[in-house]
DNA sequence: TAAGTCATGTAAAAAGTTACATGATTCT
DNA sequence: AGAATCATGTAACTTTTTACATGACTTA
């Protein structure tokens, strides 16, 4: 079984899905951690129901296709629970802008600072959304966010993951960024005495 | 031309290397952004080649199977130069921990925070090794961290974005930890009551 | 003597992305 | 009239991982 099954069944456990709707709450809830496209959920599906983890029910609709909602067995529920406390195979992200970062040295400094500058303004916006997300869940789930077996719990500590790692980003970004354009304004000022 | 081709001929800009070289050293200088393994390596140095991006010299060995050693070419220096400025597709890191966490409301609490500590030690361990690394950059080449056409300041910003990231990255784990072992603790408090 | 390093490849399987395919409704 | 949302799938392609394959030298 495969993340993206887990990934799946996670969403599942929560509340009943279309392969629809898994696609979009992937994108939403575990956007930055996780992310697939529609062609790979359905025939995942399909593997999760052919191994008995998931059922589905076709529910008709007049004004829109058909729809197909997905539910989590006990089976499924079991398999998810063990997972969760299975060692983390530790594979490294893949990050083409620290690649860039690696490369900089042959590039432009002025491009490459504009990149830089773009890609701190981008994780500075995706870090307001989590703090706002964060102060909501705070506001609308006090209560529920001490219980570690709710699954608001869990969603904050996911958004809390978010606010740390873009944080910490955008602030590599800007510090690159200024390097850069600190560097390229003496080279200048050097060439023009 | 794919993000892996683009990260060997970065590291060719810098020395020569042979395909097991080129393997250590992504392992070694950009691992937790990004990894591969010799099986890649060698067909994508073979791509490199036919685009004339790379060149190959054999160098006999005796004590040791006789190695290829590959350069960049003007071409690919050229490739690599336009490559850092484009713009970054911003995928998704793929992180399996935080999906974890995001379904650690099903689990059993102490065997979960056993994972995040467990995560915790090793990102400390990483942020160790990168501070070192980085400790010993600023004491080696102080002065070329300031020159942004150095290759030096280049793998200084990689090793920054590296303390920043396992630094964050433990600290969450920390919080999620001690989140559940006081979760744990209360209810184990209710039921003995 | 077993494990680790140096050294280069191929093959198969799994995972992920992009394109193809269709079609109704709703909003701008 | 065009774009977005809802809704489900298949096909082709690329990327990544894991396993197969070999072989000498060095260190514990």
Redesign the pocket.
């Given at each position: 079984?495969?993340?993206?099954g887990y990934a799946l069944l996670g969403l599942l456990a929560r509340e009943s899905l279309?392969?629809?709707?898994l696609?979009?709450r992937i994108r939403e809830r575990v956007g930055p951690f996780w992310?697939?496209?529609?062609?790979?959920v359905?025939?995942a599906?399909?593997r999760l129901e052919a191994a008995g983890l998931v059922t589905h029910q076709v529910v008709a609709?007049s004004?829109?296709?058909?729809?197909?909602?997905h539910a989590i067995t006990a089976q499924g529920l079991a398999a998810l629970t063990r997972w969760v406390t299975t060692p983390v195979?530790p594979?490294?992200a893949?990050d083409e802008l620290v690649l860039r970062a690696y490369c900089m040295w042959v590039a432009d400094p002025v491009e490459t600072a504009a990149l830089f500058r773009e890609h701190a303004w981008l994780h500075e916006e995706r870090l307001a959304a989590y703090e706002r997300k964060g102060a909501a869940m705070e506001r609308e789930w006090a209560t529920d966010l001490d219980r570690i077996d709710s699954p608001h719990f869990a969603s904050y500590a996911a958004v809390r993951r978010g606010i740390g790692h873009e944080r910490e980003y955008a602030a590599w970004c800007r510090w690159v960024a200024a390097r850069l354009e600190a560097g390229a304004a003496a080279s200048r000022t050097a060439s023009e005495r």
């Open positions: 079984m495969s993340a993206l279309t392969g629809y709707e696609t979009s992310s697939t496209s529609h062609s790979q359905y025939p599906l399909a609709q004004d829109r296709p058909n729809k197909k909602v195979a594979r490294s893949r």
